[in-house]
């Protein structure tokens, strides 16, 4: 982020965009053939964690990007988001300049010299995240059965149910346990994150 932007310039927002989902890709990618017998539910959860916002953040401390960044904040260090979204911005200008081959190679490098193993590894609890986000935010979050004509829907052992902040549903999850099915519709919450800035 520049401190002052002259005649023609532009923040890093729109680089950041495209870096971002330019490391969604790799991380796909990495996941994908690190894991072939995982199905889609725990694969979306390893590539949460490698393009996390904690990740990215800690990747780019490591780089030293700090050091390199414009800003009109004065406080130092500067917050760990303000490196991680520079990150973004960095791969999504690598991409501008070299093309989509190298600029992959590049990430998936990164990834895996900062811990990628360890970080796929890692399971995320986003039940814990989305609490945390509610106590802050003072919303009250709840799970329900999903309930479909009267009844519980459960179809052979798979639990489903309905995410709701404040009385209003905002995603669904299913799984083997409830357990499961309540981090689903957590995660899918997370993820998409627009409900967030409208008004419940």
Known sequence: ?????????????????????ILGAVAAELVFFRYPNQDEGPLTQKRSNLVSR???NRIGEAMGL?????TNITQRPLPSTVIGNAL???IGAIYLDH???????????MLVRYGAEEVMEASADFKSSLYHWAQVEGKVVRYEDKIV?????????????????DDRPVS??????????EQEAARVALERGEWREKPL
Do not use: C, W
Not at 1 to 21: A, C, I, K, V
Not at 66 to 70: L, R, Y
């Open 1 to 21: 982020m520049m401190s002052e932007l002259q005649p023609g310039e532009q923040t890093n927002e729109r680089l950041e965009f495209l870096g971002d989902s």
């Open 54 to 56: 904690k990740s990215l």
């Open 66 to 70: 700090g050091a390199h960044i414009q």
């Open 88 to 90: 973004e911005a960095l």
């Open 99 to 109: 093309g989509y081959k190298k600029t992959r190679a590049l990430a998936s490098s």
């Open 149 to 165: 004509q009267g009844t519980h829907k459960q179809v052979q052992g798979v639990h489903e149910v309905v995410l709701v902040v």
């Open 172 to 181: 669904e999850g299913s799984g083997s346990s409830k357990k499961e099915a």
